[in-house]
């Protein structure tokens, strides 16, 4: 692994408990502070109440109730410069028709932490 760390908070949304887990170990080893939502919805309740301290959304696609996809334009409703690295299954290509669809970065599952750690820097290194 490379030595880069981080500094700020990063917003881990996946409705599966391991993979927040992980990539909070991951993160947290890397310098963030790390909050994590289990949907949707509570992602966008935790983004209204703490967007000022929140410097990237690591957001799942495919979630009950609500759709990664729902969840990016509510973020970007409240905050249009919020930086989002969505993650999926799915190649990128099949995430989502929508042209004004355009996060930070995409990562597909399953991910090294060598891999989410050189998409976040790149993320926050590109101005």
């Not at 963030?32 to 309740?45: H, I, Y």
């Not at 991910?111 to 976040?120: A, C, G, R, S, Y």
Request: glycine letters at 4%; hydrophobic letters at 40%; aromatic letters at 8%.
């Amino acid at each position: 692994m490379s030595e880069w760390t981080g500094d700020g908070t990063v917003l881990v949304v996946d409705d599966e408990e391991p993979v927040r887990y992980v990539c909070q170990l991951i993160l947290e080893q890397r310098g963030f502070k790390v909050l994590t939502a289990t949907n949707g919805q509570e992602a966008v309740e935790i983004y209204r109440e703490r967007a000022d301290e929140i410097d990237l959304v690591l957001l799942d696609m495919m979630m009950p109730n609500m759709s990664g996809d729902q969840t990016f334009k509510m973020l970007r409703e409240i905050d249009a410069s919020v930086r989002v690295v969505l993650s999926s299954g799915f190649p990128e290509d099949e995430i989502s028709d929508d042209v004004n669809f355009n996060p930070n970065a995409f990562i597909q599952k399953p991910f090294l932490p060598d891999e989410l750690i050189k998409t976040i820097s790149a993320v926050f290194s590109a101005k």
